[in-house]
């Protein structure tokens, strides 16, 4: 098995590359922008339709207003989606174009959305169809807003545009540089559409979905839902974050899966769809990618390792919502050749146990939740108060327990001989400098992570230390990417173990700035959030105590 661990380790530069895909990231982070969207559409779904499972009914004049919330939100994501796909990949390309020369972020957001009605809508009396430019549009979102910023990059590195005399204000320049990438996306995507329609007989939007349902029908079977949960809790392994690979190419199925359960769900019918957010939060990633729930409570309250007791307690609150980088590092489960099997077994079996059931009759996902809600509630909530997803949440515990046991056990045994062997606990050492107490100025510290959930305990920590040791430093958190507007705002910016692949163009994009880049390893992130003090100190220890770093 460390034989096997070390080949994949090999590996990892290669898992890499493919999470740092611009395209990937662009779909990531194009629904990570959305996600409050989703959120502030189910919210209005839950009040219209979750009395009538208990026989209270709405009259049809207030059901209509919840609604008409939803459909002017989540009715046109796909029409929103162009637009932020466009902006996270032009601020990549922008990311590697000289200063002097960057492509316009509102233009291109402008133009994907106008690109995307044109492959999406139909023209009808008093405005446009929109019957694509909700889930069912998102592939169609997908193209347009990757296609739009490559168009302007062509231009706008190569400095192909209309030059204005030097008199003339920078606003106005630019409206004239942006005219010859403006009106070549927009001439090809109307061409495209026209010729198109023409072929075809109808628009690409409902092509591309009608071209790739058998690969969604694919997807929702047992082998398709193997691959896709087995490769999110493989990639997490190898310590690089699971979902940023996975979640963009399954994310369309996810979003049009629950929209579809829902009118089943509706209109009386069983609700079938296996695949959506809901079966990879409160199922296949139950506590957490590798469905670490119940392994977090073996630690907490069955281990005779007192490392382990420790931080199955620590980890214990965080798990049930979800958040479950202090097991994977702190034990670690990644990269522990112990856990490998498990790691990778148990969320397979799980959401195998939630097709079973709902080949048995239990309606799939209907609505979908914060990935925060704890896993019972979020599987009652999500399946419209199904009873039998009671039942399955029990059996996916016993599943968990009974796939973790042996190699818990395994590990408890390492972990106390190593315990016999060690005259006392070993602690991650951070170096203190002398001129450490030496801050005056106030400092800006900003923690990134995929989601912003794992880099919010190490920016508290960071926020409650300093408040311990009087010092003004000031910590937030964010998700990769919602950063790169402000990090001039930040005097330093820490990414999450699982985004350490992202340090080199973290740097790139702070080399213009006097932001300082830094990064940590699993157990030292871990150590980090628990300890307050330290956290202040490794802060400080990059500042090197000067008001001037």
């Given at each position: 098995m460390n034989f096997l661990i070390s080949k994949i380790e090999n590996m990892k530069p290669t898992f890499e590359k493919i999470s740092n895909n611009p395209y990937l990231r662009a779909v990531r982070d194009g629904f990570i922008s959305l996600i409050p969207i989703i959120l502030f559409s189910s919210i209005f779904l839950l009040v219209a339709y979750v009395p009538n499972i208990f026989g209270i009914y709405l009259s049809t004049e207030l059901e209509t207003m919840l609604m008409k919330a939803y459909d002017y939100s989540m009715g046109i994501l796909a029409l929103l989606m162009s637009a932020t796909i466009a902006k996270s990949l032009t601020d990549t390309f922008n990311s590697k174009l000289p200063a002097t020369r960057k492509i316009n972020v509102t233009s291109t957001m402008v133009v994907a959305i106008i690109s995307f009605l044109l492959l999406a809508s139909d023209s009808i009396d008093g405005g446009f169809a929109s019957g694509y430019m909700g889930s069912r549009g998102l592939l169609a979102a997908f193209v347009t807003g990757f296609i739009t910023p490559v168009i302007y990059r062509f231009f706008v590195s190569r400095n192909i545009k209309i030059k204005m005399p030097e008199e003339v204000p920078n606003n106005i320049s630019q409206t004239f540089a942006d005219i010859f990438p403006l009106a070549t996306t927009l001439i090809f995507f109307w061409l495209f559409d026209y010729f198109f329609r023409m072929g075809v007989g109808y628009g690409f939007a409902e092509w591309i979905i009608e071209l790739f349902k058998p690969l969604f029908s694919a997807a929702d079977g047992y082998v398709g839902l193997a691959i896709i949960y087995g490769a999110m809790a493989f990639f997490w392994f190898v310590g690089i974050h699971g979902p940023s690979?996975?979640?963009?190419?399954?994310?369309?199925?996810?979003?049009?899966?629950?929209?579809?359960?829902?009118l089943l769900f509706q209109a009386g019918e069983h609700a079938t769809n296996v695949l959506s957010q809901g079966s990879q939060y409160f199922i296949a990633t139950l506590g957490?990618?590798?469905?670490?729930?119940?392994?977090?409570?073996?630690?907490?309250?069955?281990?005779k390792s007192k490392q382990l007791r420790a931080i199955g307690k620590a980890s214990s609150i965080p798990v049930v919502f979800g958040v479950n980088e202090p097991i994977l590092f702190g034990a670690p489960l990644v990269l522990n050749p112990v856990f490998f099997i498990p790691f990778i077994v148990a969320p397979i079996i799980n959401v195998w146990l939630l097709k079973?059931?709902?080949?048995?009759?239990?309606?799939?996902?209907?609505?979908n939740l914060p990935w925060?809600?704890?896993?019972?509630?979020?599987?009652?909530?999500?399946?419209?108060?199904?009873?039998?997803?009671?039942?399955?949440?029990v059996v996916i515990l016993f599943a968990d327990f009974a796939i973790y046991y042996p190699f818990f056990k395994?590990?408890?045994?390492?972990?106390?001989?190593?315990?016999?062997?060690?005259?006392?606990?070993?602690?991650?050492?951070?170096?203190?400098?002398?001129?450490?107490?030496?801050?005056?100025?106030?400092?800006?510290?900003?923690?990134?992570?995929?989601?912003?959930?794992?880099?919010?305990?190490?920016?508290?920590?960071i926020k409650n230390g300093a408040k311990e040791e009087n010092y003004t430093i000031h910590s937030t958190a964010m998700a990769y990417g919602q950063h790169k507007a402000i990090i001039k705002e930040f005097d330093i910016i820490i990414l999450a173990p699982q985004m350490a692949s992202m340090l080199n163009e973290l740097q790139q994009d702070c080399a213009a700035t006097k932001t300082i880049c830094a990064t940590?390893?699993?157990?030292?992130?871990v150590q980090l959030t628990r300890n307050p003090k330290q956290a202040v100190a490794f802060i400080l220890n990059l500042l090197g105590g000067n008001k001037d770093a």
């Open positions: 690979i996975v979640e963009p190419a399954v994310a369309a199925i996810y979003i049009a899966n629950v929209e579809a359960n829902f957490g990618t590798g469905a670490t729930l119940v392994i977090t409570f073996m630690f907490a309250f069955l281990a079973l059931f709902i080949d048995l009759g239990m309606n799939g996902f209907v609505y925060t809600t704890p896993g019972p509630l979020g599987i009652l909530m999500g399946t419209g108060f199904a009873m039998m997803s009671v039942v399955l949440m395994v590990y408890d045994k390492q972990c106390l001989e190593n315990e016999a062997n060690s005259t006392k606990e070993e602690e991650i050492e951070i170096e203190e400098k002398g001129n450490m107490q030496t801050l005056e100025d106030s400092k800006s510290v900003l923690v990134l992570c995929a989601n912003g959930a794992t880099s919010s305990m190490l920016a508290n920590a940590t390893d699993g157990p030292q992130y």
